[in-house]
Each structure stands twice: as C-alpha cells, then as structure tokens.
C-alpha cells in the first residue's frame, strides 16, 4: 500500500510539472504572436500616417486644427440647433427689400449705352476722337514692332547680352554634371552596399530566430517525452502492483465453478478444500511471476521508444548548432501523432 502511495504521489507530480510546461508553452507563444504583431505594425503603417504623425509632433496646434476642419458632425446630434427657414427666407426678403429702396432714394438707375459693331457711333459723342488717337497710337506701336530688329541697336544689344549669359550657364551647368557624375555613381554604389549588407542581416536575423524557435521546441519536446517515460512507467507500475494485490487476496479464497465464477471461503477446512486452496496459491504466485515478466518487458518497450524519440531531436538540435537547418517536415510537426501513440501505449489506470 505505501509503495501504491508513493507512486501515486510521483503521478500527480509528474502531472503538476506536464501543467507547468504546457504553461510555459503557452505564455512563450503569446509573447511570440504579441512580438510579431507589435513590430511590423510601424511597418504596415502607410506613409500618410506617418507624415501626419511627424507634422502633429512638429506643429500641435496645425494639426489640433487640422482635425477639427477634417471632422464631419454626425447626423443624428441632439445637441445641435434646428434651422429655421422661414425665418431665414423673411430676412432675406427684407434685405432684399431695404435694398431696393436705398436704389430708390439715390435716384433712378442709370443707362450706359453700349457700342457695337452694327451700329454708327454718334458724331457728337467726345469719345471718338479719343478712340480714334487711340487706334493711331496703337498703328504706330504695331509699325514699331515691325521695324527690322537689325534697325533697333539697344534690342540687338540686349538680345546678344540674353544669348550669352544663357549660353553660360548652360556651359556651366554642363560642366557642373560632368563634375558631379562620379559622386553620383559613388552614391549609388553606397546605396546598392547598404541594400545589400541590410537584406544579409535581416536574414542573419530571420535565421537565427527560425533557430532559436526550433531549438525551443526541440527542448520542450525532449521534456515532455521524459514525462510521457516517467508517467508510462509509473502508470504501468501501479496497475501491476494493483493487480498482484487482487490476486494474492483472490488466492485465499475458492472459485466456484458456474460463471462469472463467485469467491468464497469454506466454514470449515476439509483435506481437498486445503489441497484446492494450496493450489489456487501456486497458480496465484505463478499468475505474479508472469506478469511480472511481462511489465519489465512493457517497461523496456516504453524505454526504448521514448529513448529513440529523444535521440531524433537532440540530433536535430545539433544539426540547429551547424549551419544546415533541418528540413521542415520534421518531427515537431507531428506532435498530434506522437502524442496520441504515446496515450495509447500508456496503460489506463
């Protein structure tokens, strides 16, 4: 019974330390998923978001102000005043109204007479001997333009002196180019080696956490098949010492013969009663022996299986201290498999 005790007790431990490490394994994993999911957050972000995230950081207030312009009222506010459109459409009017009658009072509306085309201009109207200088002004100007530019010496002058400063500075702009075209091609070949030495390292980066991650679950899973071991073998052990148990105390009594069969135990002892008892003794340490064998045989078994397991992923984990990554069909992909094969070897309790 104690030796029963004992193992029930290293049972329940081996269950408390199984809670632990699926806990772990749980809080690892929420931290991971937590991680990828704040950092390439700034990324996804767009580029409006983050200028405007710049400009409120530089100008609060343009950018208090600029919120409250881009804000759209909601339709259904209670707090917001109904308009009146009688009321309104009345002031109108009587604007419109006062309006009128201040034209009133200033006296009646002037006429402009407007010329055209169709139409002879009046011979007492002054305006036509201004329009008719006007349009000789505008004759002499036009004849101006006309002129030879050969003939005008200050536009030939201003011409020449235009041409050569733009043709300066386009000589210096050229040069300037030639200047500055190694510069610009030893830019690029910096830009091209910062591309490269960041995309090298954020594979560096993705690689040593693809193996890190790996190791991680290499480790937790070499612990929970020494758990699965311990928990087997112990259970296996139990239900042994359970059955010899029954059996020793079956063996003091006789069977009948109808079935099932019924345990009883005779008032009085007869010789052949005795001689039945001795028997059913024997056949009962016979019964132990065997079984015996058969656990440390099951035992063995469980050993050996689990001891296989264990040695793939520390090879794995080996293989992860190397610079060759295991391949991706790995045990730890069928871990639903192994564990329920583990469960159906572990006898019930």
Request: proline share 4%; aromatic share 4%; glycine share 2%.
């Amino acid at each position: 019974m104690e030796h029963e005790r004992a193992l029930r007790e290293e049972l329940q431990l081996l269950a408390r330390k199984r809670a632990d490490l699926n806990t772990n394994k749980t809080n690892n994993d929420l931290t991971d998923t937590k991680e990828q999911s704040e950092v390439p957050s700034d990324r996804r972000r767009s580029v409006l978001d983050r200028l405007g995230d710049r400009i409120e950081s530089e100008n609060p207030e343009k950018s208090r102000k600029r919120k409250e312009w881009n804000e759209v009222p909601p339709r259904n506010r209670s707090d917001r005043t109904p308009i009146d459109w009688r009321r309104n459409s009345f002031r109108a009017n009587e604007f419109s109204a006062k309006r009128f009658r201040t034209n009133e009072r200033n006296g009646e509306e002037t006429h402009h007479k407007l010329r055209s085309k169709i139409t002879k201009p009046n011979a007492e109207d002054p305006s036509n001997e201004s329009s008719h200088e006007e349009t000789e002004a505008e004759v002499e100007q036009k004849k101006n333009r006309l002129i030879a530019p050969h003939t005008q010496k200050d536009g030939m002058v201003r011409n020449r002196r235009l041409f050569g400063s733009l043709m300066n500075h386009l000589g210096k702009a050229k040069k300037r180019i030639e200047s500055d075209t190694p510069l610009f091609k030893k830019q690029d070949r910096k830009q091209v080696q910062v591309g490269e030495k960041e995309k090298t390292q954020s594979a560096t980066i993705e690689e040593q956490a693809r193996k890190d991650s790996l190791r991680l679950k290499y480790e937790r899973w070499i612990a929970r098949l020494e758990l699965d071991c311990k928990e087997q073998q112990t259970r296996t052990k139990l239900e042994h010492l359970q059955k010899t148990r029954k059996i020793k105390h079956l063996a003091r009594f006789l069977p009948s013969v109808s079935s099932p069969s019924l345990y009883y135990l005779p008032r009085l002892h007869t010789k052949e009663t005795e001689d039945l008892v001795e028997a059913s003794m024997e056949a009962c340490q016979e019964k132990i022996a065997a079984q015996e064998r058969q656990v440390e045989l099951n035992l063995q078994q469980i050993e050996t299986e689990i001891k296989c397991n264990i040695e793939k992923y520390e090879k794995l984990l080996e293989s992860l201290n190397d610079d060759s990554l295991p391949h991706e069909n790995d045990p730890v992909a069928d871990q639903d498999s192994l564990e329920s094969n583990s469960k159906a070897e572990s006898p019930k309790e």
